[in-house]
Every structure is written in C-alpha cells, then in structure tokens.
C-alpha cells in the first residue's frame, strides 16, 4: 500500500470547507487566527479509530492549553458522526468528508483509494495557516499521544512571520 504523501512543514494548508456533527459549515480559511489540529481517521464506530478519539477527548487539555482546536475528519456522513460523538461524549468538531467521497483527505494526501477512506493522519496548522507538523501511522495503528505532543510543540517552535 503506498504511503500517503501528506502537505509538508511550512506550505499552506490546502483550504477546505466542511459540515460538523451539527450539520454547521466549517471553513478552514475562517478559522485563520487560531491554530488547527487536522486528524483523520478512516471510519466512526470501528475499534482503532474509536479507541483514538476517546484518548484525544480524554487529553483535550493538551489541544486547549496550546490554543488549538481540534477537528477529526472522516468519509462518515453528519448523521453518523453525530451519533459516533454523542455516544461516546467527543466534546469536538467532527467533519463529514463524505460528498464528494473523500474529497478533503484526498487534497491532503491522506486518502487511501484502495479501501475507500482516509488513512490515520494528523496535520497541525498554525494560526496562519501554516502546515507545522505532519504524521500518520500505517492502517491497523493507533497514534501515539507523543506524537500529538510533539506536532504541537512545532507551533511553539514555527518562526514568527
């Protein structure tokens, strides 16, 4: 399976807009000013990708005390995703990339055509819209809260512009 080939560190951030759980429209460009956590995941409701979400909801802290809001993406629809968030209490933003099928992953390199959804990859974007960080794990793995640690301590150490 060839290996996703995600933005890199210090280009801009392919724009996107995108429903929430809520069937709000979310705008990456609209959120220029705060630094953004992307993270997708393959599919609401299965074990990894679940298991995922619920350690980042129970480490929001680590997101909220460097600024950054949290946005987990998935091919799932808004319906799903509404449910997936109530019943397991994700107090973030869930996007639906589910028409056109994958479309925002794609963009970011982060779609796996062979299985139809978006590989476990995680990009940090400073206030700017600046990719800082950039990281994703072969499907079957979960990633390292380390990792998130690490990719946002990239906006501490980014440039100032």
């Given at each position: 399976?060839?290996?996703?080939?995600?933005?890199?560190v210090?280009t801009?951030?392919?724009?996107?807009?995108?429903?929430?759980?809520?069937g709000q429209?979310v705008?990456?460009?609209?959120?220029?000013?705060?630094?953004?956590?992307?993270?997708?995941?393959?599919?609401?409701?299965?074990?990894?990708c679940t298991?995922?979400l619920?350690?980042?909801r129970?480490?929001?802290a680590?997101?909220a005390?460097?600024?950054v809001?949290?946005?987990?993406v998935?091919v799932?629809?808004?319906?799903?995703?509404?449910?997936f968030?109530?019943?397991?209490?994700?107090?973030?933003t869930?996007?639906?990339d589910?028409w056109?099928?994958?479309?925002?992953?794609r963009?970011?390199?982060?779609f796996?055509?062979e299985?139809?959804?978006?590989?476990?990859?995680?990009?940090?974007?400073?206030?700017?819209?600046?990719?800082?960080?950039?990281?994703s794990?072969?499907?079957g793995?979960?990633?390292p809260?380390?990792?998130?640690?690490?990719?946002?301590a990239?906006?501490?150490a980014a440039?100032?512009?």
């Amino acid at each position: 399976m060839p290996t996703p080939s995600l933005p890199a560190v210090g280009t801009l951030a392919p724009d996107f807009s995108l429903r929430d759980q809520f069937g709000q429209t979310v705008e990456l460009a609209a959120l220029r000013g705060t630094p953004v956590a992307i993270v997708f995941f393959p599919l609401a409701f299965t074990g990894t990708c679940t298991g995922e979400l619920c350690e980042l909801r129970d480490n929001l802290a680590l997101f909220a005390d460097a600024g950054v809001r949290l946005l987990a993406v998935s091919v799932d629809s808004t319906a799903t995703l509404r449910v997936f968030a109530e019943r397991e209490g994700y107090d973030f933003t869930l996007l639906a990339d589910f028409w056109p099928h994958g479309e925002v992953a794609r963009r970011y390199g982060a779609f796996l055509d062979e299985k139809g959804f978006a590989t476990r990859a995680t990009i940090v974007v400073d206030a700017q819209g600046i990719v800082r960080a950039a990281f994703s794990v072969p499907p079957g793995e979960a990633r390292p809260l380390a990792a998130y640690r690490a990719a946002l301590a990239e906006l501490g150490a980014a440039p100032s512009r």
